[in-house]
């Protein structure tokens, strides 16, 4: 095998922000003439960006080099991101591994092998904002990545512990990578970061998320309403005010729908989370505002269930809470204790059946609201989707609902937003017709 592998594979775990990160060093890789393969087996060089939100994420981490190794013996694996940070020394263990990577060193693997690889956790790079850009993507919805890292340290997350704390990009590095996307014929970003709630307060100037998305719809409105969108991805509900209303009154580029980093619907549980700068109550007012800018709109949430403690009134609370809510879909997760975290060493553990049973509980809710929501969409005239994938024809609407063509539009190319009149509900799917 040489000594400088050229022919690379990547497996991306975890959030949109590693799917990024891949496609940064996927760029530069490419750049300097090495080959992407569709397998590890095909490699000399196996790029495993990993995840270390949840014990789950860690063992698919585990399985993922394993595999690889299985694969292809001879390839060099090189493991990088969250798990890579605070799992150093056991993932330097698994068979193949060539080197390990931590997440605030990973921007050097630009430069493979020489460079930054070998930096040592807690290098200066920790505080400073990743060099790392895309002008491409390989999905047909693009990722900007606008700030990285946690400065609050909610009791149950490894995250500060594995992206170090916010920092924030800089607003005009944003605006350049829109266009480039953009001129690249991308018609779905995606404004993406760990904590956008902290954006812009490591900036020489002032500024917080809403700035940015204000400058993006001033600056790209006028060319591109119509034609191509801004999704915002996870926001903390603590964000959601008189500005934000104001801001996505007057953007005409942002989807009509928000993620939200709910977690719990009991103020209760909020606080013993580290989360006690927002309640449930004033999320519903907000909500109920927005109808008046989006008459119709998407939401989701992220939920917690089975936190340390969490009595069955408070199970009651967040569930009662999911019920009042407009929710079009949510990702619901039982409590997983992460070493190092304050919540793991905190008292009356829930028992992992009963954590399941209440994620369960509370997904049966989401579901029934997205099959109302989806039943309401069969009465508009149009959506929009953004075509994700030809064979079959499909892709995601404006109101990020899966949408599955009944034939493939004339002359459809990806990443294009396509009209399309719905037709029926088909196991949680949209099944459209072209305009």
């Known amino acids: 095998m040489s000594e400088h592998p050229t022919r690379f594979y990547a497996a991306t775990l975890g959030c949109k922000i590693n799917q990024y990160e891949t496609q940064a060093l996927r760029e530069v890789w490419l750049a300097r003439g090495f080959t992407e393969v569709q397998s590890a087996a095909e490699a000399d060089l196996v790029l495993v ?16 080099v394993r595999q690889a190794h299985r694969a292809n013996p001879l390839a060099r694996i090189v493991v990088t991101g969250c798990a890579a940070q605070v799992l150093g020394d056991e993932l330097a263990a698994l068979p193949g591994v060539a080197a390990v990577v931590p997440q605030d060193a990973k921007a050097g693997l630009k430069q493979w092998p020489q460079g930054a690889v070998n930096a040592p956790s807690g290098s200066g790079a920790a505080q400073a904002f990743p060099d790392m850009q895309v002008s491409g993507y390989t999905r047909a919805r693009a990722v900007v990545k606008v700030q990285d890292g946690c400065s609050h340290r909610c009791t149950y997350c490894i995250v500060p512990f594995t992206r170090g704390p916010s920092r924030s990009r800089a607003p005009h590095d944003i605006a350049d990578e829109v266009r480039r996307l953009l001129q690249g014929g991308f018609r779905e970003l995606i404004l993406s970061g760990v904590n956008l709630r902290q954006y812009g307060r490591d900036l020489a100037m002032p500024a917080d998320f809403w700035d940015v998305v204000a400058r993006l719809g001033n600056e790209f409105g006028p060319e591109w309403a119509g034609r191509a969108r801004l999704r915002i991805s996870s926001l903390e509900p603590g964000q959601l005010g008189s500005k934000a209303l104001d801001t996505l ?38 909500l109920h505002s927005l109808r008046g800018i989006w008459p ?61 049973a209440r994620a369960a509980a509370v997904r049966a809710v989401a579901a029934e609201k997205k099959d109302a929501f989806l039943q309401s969409l069969l009465r508009r005239d149009s959506l929009h989707v953004v075509l994700q994938s030809l064979s079959p024809a499909c892709g995601v609407s404006e109101f990020y609902t899966d949408c599955r063509f009944d034939s493939v539009p004339d002359g459809a190319t990806l990443r294009e937003i396509r009209s399309a009149r719905p037709l029926e509900v088909r196991k949680g799917v949209l099944i459209v017709s072209p305009q």
């Open 49 to 64: 960006n990993t995840c270390a939100v949840t014990a789950k994420a860690v063992s698919d981490v585990r399985a993922t």
């Open 249 to 286: 009154a007057a953007n005409p580029l942002v989807s009509p729908q928000l993620h939200l980093s709910l977690q719990s619907g009991s103020a209760s549980v909020l606080r013993r989370m580290g989360r006690g700068h927002y309640t449930p109550q004033p999320l519903l007012d907000f």
């Open 296 to 356: 119709v709109y998407g939401l989701g949430a992220d939920i917690l269930m089975g936190f340390p403690g969490e009595t069955r009134e408070e199970f009651e609370e967040t569930l009662a809470f999911c019920r009042e809510l407009p929710l079009t879909y949510a990702h619901v997760f039982p409590y997983s204790r992460r070493p190092g975290t304050a919540a793991a060493d905190m008292k009356d553990q829930l028992p992992v059946a009963e954590k399941k």
